[in-house]
């Protein structure tokens, strides 16, 4: 209970955490979970490399908060972050993401905007943020930014109770029977 970590390195003097295999390879090791019981927990100025599992990210953030910025994160089994049960980013800025086996995001659609700016998404075309359906409502005063790859949205998604901005030149991509209502419920 009441864990945190705070892993903020610098520009000069980075935080790696890598495998330990003497030929590394993705999904070597499962990766960095933050869990409900965790709180104000950063990272800054870090590379997470070889890490996930088929299904998992290699940073997981589960139902808690996490400060994001300034890091790398390469070689992703399957997605670089995987955000579930309401965990949102309390800042998420100047990031690079590559060479995932997934998107490298993967994030509910009540928290999109917590993705802040400066992101970099090097993947295949057809991957970007994945947008799924745990919480689907989009409540309140809300931003989507126009990030270098798509949003790839899964199901339907309800705005309702504020305004969602997009920002000019952003792309949405919707799966088949997913959809976009706007004032649904309120």
Request: charge should be negative; hydrophobic fraction near 35%; aromatic fraction near 12%.
């Amino acid at each position: 209970n009441n864990s945190t970590l705070i892993a903020n390195g610098t520009a000069d003097k980075p935080i790696t955490f890598t495998s330990a295999a003497s030929s590394p390879m993705a999904g070597d090791w499962e990766g960095i979970t933050f869990d409900s019981y965790s709180f104000n927990n950063s990272m800054k100025y870090c590379t997470v490399q070889y890490a996930g599992t088929v299904s998992g990210g290699a940073v997981y953030v589960h139902n808690t908060s996490l400060a994001f910025s300034n890091n790398h994160i390469l070689d992703a089994k399957a997605y670089g972050l995987l955000l579930k049960w309401e965990a949102y980013f309390s800042e998420m800025n100047n990031n690079t993401i590559e060479k995932c086996g997934n998107h490298p995001v993967r994030i509910e659609a009540s928290k999109v905007h917590t993705i802040g700016t400066g992101n970099l998404f090097i993947c295949q075309d057809e991957k970007g943020v994945n947008i799924y359906d745990g919480n689907s409502n989009i409540l309140g005063n809300v931003s989507w930014k126009n990030l270098n790859k798509p949003y790839f949205v899964e199901n339907t998604l309800d705005a309702y109770n504020g305004i969602l901005t997009i920002e000019p030149g952003a792309i949405i991509k919707f799966m088949p029977n997913a959809s976009l209502n706007i004032g649904s419920y309120g």
